[in-house]
T-cell receptor, first 111, second 113 residues
């Protein structure tokens, strides 16, 4: 089955700097790659996703890139703000099985 | 309002006492899943269901049971809870393949003493 590796596990950045979180996946048939944000004490919520026929997608300060050949995808957050502090999970979907998640990255934005 | 509802939100129980965590969704989703979240281990899938009466084991199914008798409900059953099942549990639902955003419940924090 699918296996998703996520790095780093923790990340601290100064407010206004950029943050990058990287994930790799194992199943070349995976075709959907979402990112979830989990604020402290809350449920994970989808922030952006990308499908395998697209190389990059952007939504305001958030962007995701996908390299199918290398089987990795990344989340980029620019101009970070304190409210970006959270745990971020990447995930991959292959076939009919539900999402497989990475272990998460705890992002701290220091004001 | 579209939502996934879990109950209870918090539960403290003793080893061996059977318990059920309920999960209900009002979005007519086919897929439902249970995850447990532990520090450093992320979200690990316990069981999932692709439709009524169809359930499959995830990565960590030992000690858990599920049922899917109707589309909206997907309860998680711990027949004989043990302390290593102390965790934060999330139920999630999504539409079929290709429309895969997962909507999570509020979470259930379970402590087994």
């Amino acid at each position: 089955g699918e296996n998703v590796e996520q790095h780093p596990s923790t990340l601290s950045v100064q407010e206004g700097d950029s943050a990058v979180i990287k994930c790799t996946y194992s199943d070349s048939a995976s075709n959907y790659f979402p990112w979830y944000k989990q604020e402290l004490g809350k449920r994970p919520q989808l922030i952006i996703d990308i499908r395998s026929n697209v190389g990059e997608k952007k939504d305001q300060r958030i962007a995701v890139t996908l390299n199918k050949t290398a089987k990795h995808f990344s989340l980029h957050i620019t101009e970070t703000q304190p409210e970006d502090s959270a745990v971020y999970f990447c995930a991959a979907l292959s076939g009919n099985t539900p999402l497989v998640f990475g272990k998460g990255t705890r992002l701290s934005v220091i004001a | 309002e579209a939502q996934v509802t879990q109950n209870p939100r918090y539960l403290i129980t003793v080893t061996g006492k059977k318990l059920t965590v309920t999960c209900s969704q009002n979005m007519n989703h086919e897929y439902m899943s249970w995850y447990r979240q532990d520090p450093g281990l992320g979200l690990r899938q316990i069981y999932y269901s692709m439709n009524v009466e169809v359930t499959d084991k995830g990565d960590v199914p030992e000690g858990y049971k599920v049922s899917r008798k109707e589309k909206r409900n997907f309860p998680l059953i711990l027949e004989s809870p043990s302390p290593n099942q102390t965790s934060l549990y999330f139920c999630a639902s999504s539409r079929g393949p290709g429309r895969a955003e997962a909507f999570f419940g509020q979470g259930t924090r379970l402590t087994v003493v």
